[in-house]
C-alpha cells in the first residue's frame, strides 16, 4: 500500500468512556444509539465543529464494526462484558478502533517497536517513522495528537513531559474469549491470515496488552497447527471478514457460560 492510498480519517480525540459505555449498550441493546452518543459527545465538546467530528469518529467506530459487536454480543454477551476488567475491556475498544482507523494499528506496532530498546519515545520520532508509512503532511499530525490521548485513555502509555511519552507496563489479557478475539483482529489488521507460534510472544500487537497463547477454551476464530514442541502456526480462520452464518453455526456448537 504506498502513502497516498493509506487511509487515516481520524482527527479528534473520542472519549475512549464513551465509547465503552455504548460498546455495553449495544451488547444490551442490539443497537447503536447514535442519538445519545451525538448528546453525550455535545457534553464533552462545547465547540460545535469539534462535537461534530468527534460524533462522526465514535459513530463510524461503533457502526463499521457492526458485525464485530454482534459477534461479541453473542459470543461474550452483555452480562460477561460488565463483568470484564478494564484491561480486557480496553483490548476489545483498542481492537474496534483499529479496524475502524488502521492508523492506531501502524502507531501500536511502532511504538512497541520502539519501546522494546527504550524507555522514552517522542511524538516527533513516531511522527518520523509513521510519516514514512503515510507520508509526512498535516493531516497525519493533526491525527496523531488525536491518537496520543486515546492511547493514553487506554493506559497504554503514559506522557512524561510534553511530546514525551513512556509505555504503561504489559497487562495480561485475562478472559479467554477476549483473548480470542484481539489476537484474531491483530492477524486482520496485519494484513496476513496467520502467525507463528514461535513468534507469538513478540507481536508488536501484543506488547502493551498481552493475550496468552492459544488454544483458548472453545475457540472459533482461531486453529492451532503444531508440527513440533513449538512449531507452527496460529490461524485467523476468517480473514476477510467476521462472517456472521459461519460463526452462527460454529457457536450454536460451542456456547459457555
Not at 111 to 123: G, I
Not at 172 to 194: H, N, P, T, Y
Request: aromatic share 10%; glycine share 6%.
Amino acid at each position: 500500500m504506498n502513502k497516498q492510498s493509506r487511509y487515516i480519517g481520524i482527527n479528534q480525540k473520542v472519549p475512549i468512556g464513551l465509547l465503552e459505555k455504548y460498546i455495553a449498550n449495544y451488547l444490551e441493546t442490539g443497537v447503536i444509539d447514535s442519538a445519545a452518543i451525538k448528546a453525550d459527545i455535545s457534553l464533552v465538546y462545547k465547540g460545535k465543529n469539534r462535537a461534530s467530528k468527534a460524533f462522526q469518529y465514535a459513530n463510524r467506530i461503533l457502526s463499521h464494526n457492526k458485525t464485530i459487536l454482534e459477534f461479541i454480543q453473542k459470543r461474550i454477551g452483555n452480562e460477561r462484558y460488565k463483568r470484564l476488567n478494564g484491561t480486557d475491556k480496553h483490548a476489545i475498544t483498542l481492537a474496534l478502533i483499529s479496524l475502524a482507523y488502521p492508523l492506531f494499528y501502524d502507531v501500536i506496532v511502532v511504538l512497541a517497536k520502539v519501546f522494546r530498546v527504550q524507555e522514552l519515545v517522542s511524538r516527533r520520532y513516531i511522527a518520523q517513522k509513521i510519516g514514512s508509512l503515510y507520508g509526512s503532511n498535516r493531516t497525519l499530525e493533526i491525527a496523531l495528537d488525536a491518537i496520543f490521548p486515546m492511547l493514553v485513555d487506554l493506559n497504554l502509555i503514559l506522557r512524561a513531559k510534553r511530546g514525551v511519552y513512556s509505555a504503561v507496563p504489559c497487562k495480561d489479557l485475562v478472559d479467554d474469549k477476549v483473548a480470542e478475539l484481539f489476537v484474531a483482529i491483530g492477524i486482520r489488521l496485519s494484513g496476513g491470515k496467520q502467525i507463528s507460534i514461535d513468534d507469538f510472544e513478540y507481536r508488536d500487537w501484543h506488547f502493551f496488552l498481552k493475550p496468552k497463547q492459544p488454544p483458548y477454551q472453545n475457540q472459533v476464530l482461531l486453529g492451532v497447527s503444531k508440527t513440533g514442541a513449538k512449531q507452527g502456526y496460529i490461524e485467523f480462520k476468517n480473514p476477510k471478514e467476521l462472517d456472521k452464518k459461519q460463526l452462527t453455526r460454529e457457536m450454536e456448537h460451542k456456547i459457555d457460560p
